[in-house]
């Protein structure tokens, strides 16, 4: 496992670089944010507020060329195509569609930095990152009840049973087209999962993204860039619709911490949507923790934590990076963390069968949770299963029962719905993998 590299620095607005782009080059300006774009558009000769209406039709029209920012002038246009500035933002190059409506997307991001990794893979495959489409619910992270099922006994997120069904699933997952689908709207509200790395280095022993190693980080224009992406091919309209972000795709946000943050911004001063429908997932990476905690609330996505294990012991053993940080730690760094009003803290909880779904466990997490005297809940996630991985899925019987034993003992618990399995695409599943 690559060690973690996150310094202590306190946090702080991220500037996103302005260097003009190297001669014969081509650079995008998805990903400036409009400060910086006025900022460039001085140095041009134009008025600042320039910079605002390019801001406006890169994050609010999404343009696809720089002739169609009709609101600047043509000779200011050509200025910036001559100076080789795109307005290229990630691509979406495949498709898969589940037959619950969960689609997954290889994602081209062109602006990458292989240089951010030691020995980057010499094929094209760090250009390409998964986000996940889920309309209809995100299955809890929303922290408002609205989206998961909430303890409900009856509930069968998982059992042998539904694993044949999704394998013998007459609509097979496939290939589906590229093209936008805005015309097809039938989702009230839906999820965004977003990636902040290309692959991940912490090793989960259980996720299937763990197997590619970290391959590279993503600058902020490739996160936002892959929520205006799936936005455009699903005509979301912020205001309008009800759209929640995830960040809980490849990679791990808090070994990006930067370049996940300056995305934020994006998100929340330019695309216009708010921090209060995003959450991050950390596998408890502490010093990333404790900068987010001194984040202002009102502009900072909830936070969710991996837990995945109710002691030390079972956590180091799926989890390495417990060796290093382990609960307590996590804990500790969260609690200075100032919360809105009737905001909690998430813990995620990955149900393994026989590792980590016994009702032993299930008692032990509820006197965790209630000792941490945090505000939080629990999202019980039955484990995903993925070819060469050695786990199994809990049967729902024991699913049941230790969301009870939450519930009984006071803990808020939400059982995450699983999407998209047979297209890989739900959690711990997202490894490019391309096979139907
Ligand atoms: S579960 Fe998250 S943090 Fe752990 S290996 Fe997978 S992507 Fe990385």
Not at 66 to 74: A, M, N
Not at 407 to 425: E, F, K, M, T
Request: net charge neutral; proline share 8%.
């Amino acid at each position: 496992m690559l060690t973690p590299a996150v310094t202590r620095e306190s946090s702080h607005p991220v500037r996103l670089d302005l260097a003009a782009p190297a001669s014969g080059s081509r650079r995008p300006l998805f990903g400036l944010d409009a400060e910086v774009l006025a900022a460039h558009m001085e140095k041009i000769g134009q008025s600042a507020w320039r910079g605002q209406q390019l801001a406006h039709a890169l994050y609010r029209q999404w343009v696809t060329e720089i002739d169609e920012i009709s609101t600047l002038p043509r000779k200011v246009r050509r200025a910036l195509a001559g100076e080789g500035w795109t307005v290229d933002r990630p691509q979406i190059v495949q498709v898969f569609r589940s037959v619950d409506g969960t689609e997954r997307y290889l994602i081209k991001c062109q602006n990458g930095n292989r240089e951010q990794v030691p020995n980057p893979p010499p094929d094209s495959s760090a250009e390409t990152v998964e986000t996940v489409w889920m309309p209809d619910g995100d299955g809890g992270e929303a922290g408002d009840s609205s989206d998961g099922l909430e303890m409900q006994p009856a509930a069968r997120a998982s059992s042998e049973g539904e694993a044949t069904k999704m394998r013998n699933a007459s609509s097979a997952p496939g290939l589906a087209a590229v093209l936008p689908v805005r015309q097809r709207k039938t989702w009230t509200r839906a999820t965004i999962c977003v990636s902040s790395q290309v692959g991940c280095a912490v090793n989960c022993q259980f996720c299937l993204t763990a197997r590619l190693g970290l391959q590279r980080n993503l600058n902020a224009g490739e996160i936002a860039g892959q929520v205006v992406a799936v936005m455009a091919r699903h005509g979301v309209q912020p205001g309008r619709d009800r759209l929640n972000l995830v960040f809980m795709g490849m990679g791990e946000p808090f070994l990006n911490y930067d370049a996940f943050m300056a995305a934020v911004r994006l998100l929340v001063h330019e695309v216009g949507l708010s921090p209060q429908r995003m959450t991050v997932s950390t596998s408890g990476i502490v010093p990333g923790i404790e900068r987010f905690a001194q984040e202002p609330p009102e502009l900072r996505p909830k936070l969710a934590i991996s837990l995945n294990a109710p002691n030390d012991a079972i956590r180091s053993a799926i989890m390495p990076i417990n060796g290093k940080w382990p609960i307590q730690a996590v804990m500790d760094a969260v609690r200075p963390m100032r919360l809105r009003p009737h905001e909690r803290i998430t813990f995620e909880y990955v149900l393994l069968g026989g590792v980590t779904d016994r009702p032993e466990h299930a008692r032990e997490v509820a006197r965790l949770v209630r000792r941490s005297g945090l505000p939080a809940k629990v999202n019980l996630i039955a484990w995903n299963p993925g070819p060469g991985l050695d786990y199994a899925m809990p049967s729902a019987e024991s699913v049941d029962v230790f969301q009870e034993i939450l519930a009984v003992a006071g803990v808020p618990v939400y059982l995450r719905q699983p999407r998209g399995r047979d297209i890989y695409a739900a959690c711990g599943q997202l490894k490019r993998t391309i096979e139907e």
